[in-house]
């Protein structure tokens, strides 16, 4: 009997050796994932890229005056909104579909909307609510309630201050940026404006005062953002993690890559034509990776103007906006000015609505779920990397092909015919943006029909065109550098 026991534990010790030792040479035959291509996002990058669609609120003094860039020499009670509510505005913005939302917190006038314990020329100065307001905590708390996210606007040129230009305003303008980094919770964006001094009230000088490019010292001022907020992108010039598209019309370039060559481009000089066009393509190759933001107002102004209620943006014109940014790879921050009262005006709320009634229209069911996916490579023909990875909905998966093989194909065919009219792509960003050209197939009379292209992809590129009816769709790898690593490809019908 125990001779069988010793026999018993030497047999099992054996099966676990053995199953250990397969265990090991899984573990060895394991297929490794792609090298990362080039520049990669940073981790607040990412997440930043993964929002999409965002907000801006422009309020301020302005809003009084009805002017869009402030003197400097307005009286601190001109700002009085009659019925404000920090929760419509962001309920606007939630329902729209924003993910985060950007305070203006001082504009160029230099009016602060918090009780800024460095100045006078704030809301504490002010008659609404006795100088006991505060917009920055009202936004923020109402964004924490709605679940989106917070940001905040600090333009670095202050038409009020006497000692605009002299190294002391920069230690004043780093201290207020101070309290707005650490008194209203977690930031997702810090915007720094690219205006850069002209005429202004200057503490009663009323003189134009030109600013060199170099003097607000941008690189101690990222280390004081990036140390406060971490998680925080920072929007700005050379160094950011976000740059300018190069207008303000809402709209990327095609292609729109997310990559610039930092060492040779100093896009704090936008007043150059050539820069805008090159902030808007990006470069490609580049040596870092700066995502572009479209910024675009839905009114003509960026402060409201009475005069602008009949010209708001039709929910049609709002769309395209939206397949002119996100659809191309960039993100939309799209400006909403609040009225006298402190509130969106009807009329946007009423263009949003509409605007997001049809995204939801078309966004609500993506077709390709019911697809059975193949490729014509898959890497080292691993489930890890296998092309049923593309219509999972997880943005961690994605389909690749061995390195040597840049030209592929991957398929979706279905049991019955489907009608679409949108497809929507998407590569893994952490491994960096690798494709360089594309197109979209149909199955028609029994051959391939090709019925788009494109250059990029990057986070997100949206193909909108004619109705397409089929049981077999293509995409095809045109060009790429490296391997390609889809991570979505999705197909949806969006009203006509």
């Known amino acids: 009997m125990k001779h069988c026991q010793v026999q018993f534990k030497n047999i099992l010790s054996q099966a676990v050796l053995t199953a250990v030792l397969l265990g090991l040479a899984a573990g060895a035959r394991a297929v490794e994932p792609p090298a990362p291509y080039g520049p990669v996002p940073s981790a607040r990058q990412l997440a930043w890229q993964h929002l999409e669609f965002t907000?801006?609120?422009?309020?301020g003094v302005n809003t009084f005056t009805g002017k869009q860039w402030g003197y400097g020499d307005e009286n601190e009670s001109v700002f009085n909104p009659t019925d404000f509510d920090a929760d419509q505005m962001v309920r606007t913005a939630s329902d729209a579909g924003m993910k985060g939302l950007i305070l203006t917190c001082k504009h160029h006038d230099g009016f602060c909307l918090w009780p800024s314990e460095f100045t006078t020329h704030s809301v504490k100065s002010s008659t609404w609510k006795n100088g006991q307001g505060d917009v920055v905590r009202a936004v923020s708390d109402a964004c924490?309630?709605?679940g989106i996210k917070f940001g905040v606007y600090l333009s670095p040129w202050d038409r009020?201050?006497?000692?605009?230009?002299t190294p002391e305003y920069i230690v004043y303008y780093r201290k207020q940026l101070r309290e707005l980094l650490t008194n209203y919770g977690p930031l997702f964006e810090v915007w720094f404006d690219g205006a850069n001094g002209g005429d202004g009230y200057y503490g009663g000088a009323r003189e134009k005062?030109?600013?060199?490019?170099?003097?607000?010292?941008?690189?101690?001022t990222w280390q004081l953002v990036h140390g406060l907020q971490p998680n925080a992108c920072i929007f700005g010039s050379r160094g950011a993690d976000i740059r300018w598209v190069g207008n303000e019309h809402g709209q990327a370039a095609d292609p729109c890559w997310n990559t610039l060559n930092g060492a040779d481009f100093v896009p704090s000089l936008y007043d150059k034509a050539t820069d805008h066009k090159r902030l808007g393509s990006g470069d490609r190759p580049g040596t870092i990776w700066q995502p572009a933001e479209c910024d675009v107002s839905i009114r003509p102004n960026w402060f409201y103007d009475p005069t602008d209620d009949h010209k708001v943006k039709t929910p049609k014109q709002l769309v395209d906006l939206y397949y002119d940014s996100v659809g191309l790879g960039s993100t939309l921050l799209l400006n909403l000015p609040p009225d006298k009262r402190g509130q969106i005006a009807a009329p946007d709320v009423k263009a949003l609505h509409d605007f997001r009634h049809i995204l939801d229209e078309t966004f609500k069911t993506d077709l390709a779920q019911d697809a059975t996916a193949t490729a014509s490579n898959v890497r080292g023909n691993a489930k890890t990397f296998a092309a049923k990875n593309v219509i999972t909905g997880h943005g961690d998966k994605y389909w690749a092909t061995d390195d040597g093989t840049t030209n592929a194909s991957l398929t979706l065919e279905f049991k019955k015919p489907v009608t679409f009219n949108v497809v929507r792509l998407r590569e893994c960003l952490p491994l960096g943006q690798r494709v360089e050209g594309f197109a979209l197939d149909q199955w028609q009379d029994g051959q391939w029909m090709e019925f788009g292209s494109g250059p990029s992809i990057g986070n997100c590129r949206l193909v909108r065109g004619h109705s397409v009816t089929t049981t077999k769709v293509r995409l095809r790898i045109t060009q790429a550098p490296a391997c390609p690593a889809i991570s979505e490809f999705g197909l949806f019908?969006?009203?006509n």
Do not use: M, S
Request: aromatic letters at 24%; proline letters at 7%; zero cysteines.
């Open 160 to 165: 009020n201050r006497a000692d605009y230009g």
């Open 209 to 220: 005062r030109i600013i060199p490019k170099d003097y607000y010292g941008w690189t101690e």
């Open 55 to 59: 907000g801006f609120i422009h309020f």
């Open 144 to 146: 924490k309630k709605y």
């Open 493 to 495: 019908a969006g009203p």
